[in-house]
């Protein structure tokens, strides 16, 4: 994940707004994403109990817990782009 251009894919957020609170960068919720896919875990409620609980999403998103809606909306803006990705 680390050595694509997510820019280039089409990820949302990718460059960060001038103004507000920074927002999570796409390549640690497309890990979050793989993450659930590849260990069965396909709800945004449940990715978010695990990055509050489970040491490998600990580690994997850098001590970050975003919440399901933020899970949930990442999947909704970046559905194109992850699949591009998965190909």
């Known amino acids: ?4 251009d997510l ?5 949302v957020g990718v460059q960060p707004h001038d103004t507000g609170r920074p927002g999570y960068h796409p ?4 890990k979050l994403y793989i993450y ?13 109990r695990e990055c509050q609980r ?3 999403m600990i580690w994997l998103t850098g001590q970050l817990a975003p919440d399901f809606k933020t899970i949930a909306d990442f ?13």
């Open 1 to 4: 994940v680390d050595g694509l």
């Open 36 to 48: 659930g896919y590849l260990n069965r875990v396909p709800s945004s409620r449940r990715l978010e």
């Open 27 to 30: 390549g640690m919720m497309l």
């Open 54 to 56: 489970n040491i490998e």
């Open 75 to 87: 999947r909704k803006d970046n559905g194109k782009a992850i699949r591009e990705v998965c190909r």
């Open 7 to 11: 820019d280039k894919l089409g990820f």
